[in-house]
């Protein structure tokens, strides 16, 4: 699956985002954790001195602590009892002899009162400290939850204290809940901000790509071009990536427009070059083949060789007309000469020009195909219409073998008529198939008179069907070569364009 492209825009505001992002996730990870480690560290400090306290009432205590009671909820009342200090709410106090039972435990609950443990608790506490004296943690399960605990030995018995963690939890859960709110409101402006700023900055640019996006739409091919759109001068600061963008672009445009001023002039020297001459040239040549012909008629003896020798020069001559005809022709298409919008009974146009070349060559075999949906009238030149399919079939007499097959077809495809002559024959030499339809494209560069191909005949059809608005295109492969005209069925104004001047010439 192709991915789909990503804008500038999207790129730098995401890429932002994502960095902060990043950078506000790493930031509360670090202070989460470090103030995890504060706090426990607070707590272990916490938890050696009430031990360090624990340790010092346990030895002054006589008989250690085995004569406390080892299950109570109620402060002791005894006067000794009463002069100690009640103990810290959350804190935990066990004392477990040698044979590893508890000979006094206590855990002070949040309304001032203790609780002993129980024996499964007390052994949790044996077993989590039997690795080493702590600080270690330790869940006790229940309603009392994880300790921070410590040991040290008193006698022969083992002094336990500890405090609940749940105040330093507590904290860390609260601080990460903050940190995630403050967080994702921080992403979200970043986001929003970064992506006011990116769109801010980008302006210049999007104005920039719009001056190149609508000089690319512009027709630049051929005829009188004119670029007058520039980036504005408030884009074109050297100073800045995008302004140094913008003044390239626009020198870029000069230059494009310079070089085809320099192109139309030229063409339009070289049209007018080839029209006058082949104008002038209708004449002599007119009068070189009359006189052939007349010489041809004369009852005067001649001998083989002198006839032989006008034959040949009215040949060349009515050749040589051909050319220029077509060079005029060619010249005032080129100068945008006016087309006649008549309605054009296509199909019996494709029936005509099929009857005659049957009747010029009938070593092939001509057919002819019109669906029953084709468009019985279409506007164009019918002249020039004749000619394109004539050139067609001429092109597919001259480059085919004796027995093709070459079928002329009619069809209607949406808002265009098509007309589609196919052979079967050789298919189109690889060698000129790019330059089909260029001037005196011809697949034989020897030269070679003989086969009365010019090589204008494809681009003459070519210049009338764009004239009339339509295109021409060629697939060709052995056994199959298929010429395809397409044009519109519905009428559209005729071309127009500068030749009056031609006009005026025929």
Request: aromatic share 2%; net charge negative.
């Given at each position: ?12 505001v995401v890429?932002?985002?994502s ?5 506000i ?29 624990a340790?010092?009432?346990a ?14 909820e ?5 006067a ?5 200090p009640?103990?810290?709410v ?5 004392v477990?002899?040698?044979d590893?039972k508890a ?14 443990l129980?024996?499964e608790?007390?052994?949790t506490?044996?077993?989590?400290l039997?690795s080493?004296?702590?600080p270690?943690t330790?869940?006790?399960?229940g309603?009392?939850?994880a300790f ?13 204290a500890?405090?609940s ?13 903050i ?8 992403l979200l402006?970043?986001v929003a ?6 769109r801010r ?5 999007e104005?920039v790509?719009?001056?190149?996006q ?5 027709t ?8 007058p759109?520039?980036?504005d ?10 302004g ?6 626009n020198?870029l ?12 002039h ?8 080839i029209?006058?001459?082949?104008h002038?040239?209708r004449?002599p040549?007119?009068s070189?083949?009359?006189y052939?012909?007349?010489s041809l008629?004369?009852?005067e ?28 022709l060619?010249?005032?298409l080129?100068?945008g ?5 008549d309605?054009?009974e296509?199909p019996?146009?494709?029936?005509d ?17 019109i ?7 279409i ?7 004749r ?7 001429r ?6 073998p ?12 949406g808002?265009?008529?098509v ?6 024959g ?14 005196f494209a011809r697949?034989?560069e020897?030269r ?6 010019t ?6 059809a ?9 295109t021409?295109?060629a697939?060709s ?7 395809e ?12 364009g500068?030749g009056?001047e ?5």
């Amino acid at each position: 699956m192709t991915r789909r492209p990503q804008t500038l825009q999207r790129v730098l505001v995401v890429g932002a985002s994502s960095l902060v992002a990043v950078a506000i996730v790493v930031m509360s990870l670090a202070t989460i954790t470090a103030l995890r480690a504060f706090v426990y560290d607070r707590l272990d400090e916490q938890v050696s001195a009430a031990l360090q306290f624990a340790g010092v009432r346990a030895a002054a205590i006589p008989g250690g602590m085995s004569a406390a009671p080892e299950k109570s909820e109620t402060p002791r009342s005894d006067a000794s009892e009463t002069a100690r200090p009640s103990p810290r709410v959350g804190s935990l106090q066990a004392v477990i002899g040698s044979d590893g039972k508890a000979l006094t435990s206590g855990y002070a609950r949040g309304d001032g009162t203790e609780v002993s443990l129980s024996d499964e608790q007390v052994a949790t506490l044996a077993a989590a400290l039997r690795s080493g004296n702590g600080p270690v943690t330790v869940d006790l399960d229940g309603d009392l939850g994880a300790f921070r605990v410590a040991a040290r030995t008193v006698g022969s018995d083992t002094v336990v204290a500890g405090l609940s963690v749940g105040d330093a939890e507590a904290t860390t859960r609260a601080l990460t809940a903050i940190f995630v709110g403050v967080g994702a409101v921080t992403l979200l402006a970043a986001v929003a901000g970064s992506s006011l700023l990116v769109r801010r900055s980008l302006r210049p640019l999007e104005r920039v790509a719009a001056v190149a996006q609508r000089v690319s739409g512009r027709t630049l091919g051929r005829g009188d071009v004119d670029i007058p759109d520039r980036v504005d001068a408030a884009d074109t600061d050297p100073r800045t990536e995008v302004g140094r963008v913008g003044a390239s672009l626009n020198e870029l445009l000069g230059h494009v427009q310079a070089a085809l001023a320099a192109r139309e002039h030229s063409e339009s020297e070289l049209r007018r070059f080839i029209a006058d001459a082949s104008h002038e040239l209708r004449t002599p040549l007119a009068s070189v083949r009359g006189y052939a012909q007349l010489s041809l008629a004369d009852v005067e003896p001649m001998s083989a060789a002198q006839r032989r020798s006008l034959q040949r020069i009215e040949s060349e001559a009515r050749r040589m007309g051909a050319l220029v005809e077509d060079l005029l022709l060619l010249a005032r298409l080129d100068a945008g000469q006016r087309l006649r919008g008549d309605d054009v009974e296509l199909p019996l146009l494709a029936v005509d020009a099929v009857s005659d070349a049957q009747t010029v060559d009938p070593e092939r075999e001509w057919r002819v195909e019109i669906a029953t949906d084709a468009p019985l009238t279409i506007p164009g030149d019918e002249d020039r219409l004749r000619q394109v399919v004539a050139n067609l079939l001429r092109n597919a007499h001259t480059h085919t073998p004796p027995g093709t097959v070459v079928t002329t077809a009619v069809l209607h495809d949406g808002e265009h008529a098509v007309l589609r002559v196919s052979d079967t024959g050789p298919g189109i030499d690889p060698a000129v198939a790019d330059r089909l339809f260029q001037r005196f494209a011809r697949g034989d560069e020897s030269r070679n008179r003989d086969a009365g191909s010019t090589g204008l005949g494809l681009s003459i059809a070519q210049a009338i069907v764009a004239a009339h608005g339509g295109t021409i295109t060629a697939l060709s492969r052995p056994g199959r070569t298929i010429f395809e005209v397409r044009l519109p069925a519905q009428r559209v104004a005729p071309a127009r364009g500068t030749g009056e001047e031609a006009d005026r010439r025929s």
